[in-house]
């Protein structure tokens, strides 16, 4: 069993930056790729990013290329996503998620992710 809880939400002008955290619990965070995916209101869940198990290769769709930053520290069983230049399309809750030895690009099959976050709002304003 994996436990997600995501912090780093919040309010920012468009051009401002946020940094998104994701605590796992448990002994085999190591063994989880991790993503962050985003709902906006009215609309469908989202991948927005991904990491494999081993840090070692990372995917992103395509609206975010160049803004944002996927990472993470086994040591501390947690991932982050920085986000630049922000922009109120990137309004939304934003989830963590986890997959059992996946790749970072296959972690954004929702329906094979094993475990999610509770989800942090990130809003941009205009």
């Known amino acids: 069993q994996v436990q997600l809880v995501e912090s780093g939400g919040g309010l920012v002008q468009a051009g401002g930056s946020l940094r998104l955290s994701c605590a796992a619990s448990?002994?085999?965070?190591?063994?989880?790729?991790m993503g962050w995916f985003r709902q906006a209101p009215g609309k469908e869940r989202e991948f927005v990013a991904g990491i494999s198990w081993s840090g070692g290769s990372t995917y992103y769709t395509d609206s975010v290329k160049g803004r944002f930053t996927i990472s993470r520290d086994n040591a501390k069983n947690t991932v982050y996503l920085q986000m630049n230049s922000l922009k109120p399309e990137d309004t939304a809750v934003y989830y963590c998620?986890?997959?059992?030895?996946?790749?970072?690009?296959?972690?954004?099959?929702?329906?094979?992710?094993?475990?999610w976050g509770q989800g942090t709002q990130v809003t941009v304003s205009s």
């Open positions: 448990g002994r085999t965070f190591s063994r989880y790729a």
């Open positions: 998620a986890a997959r059992l030895m996946a790749t970072a690009q296959a972690m954004g099959i929702i329906p094979r992710v094993d475990y």
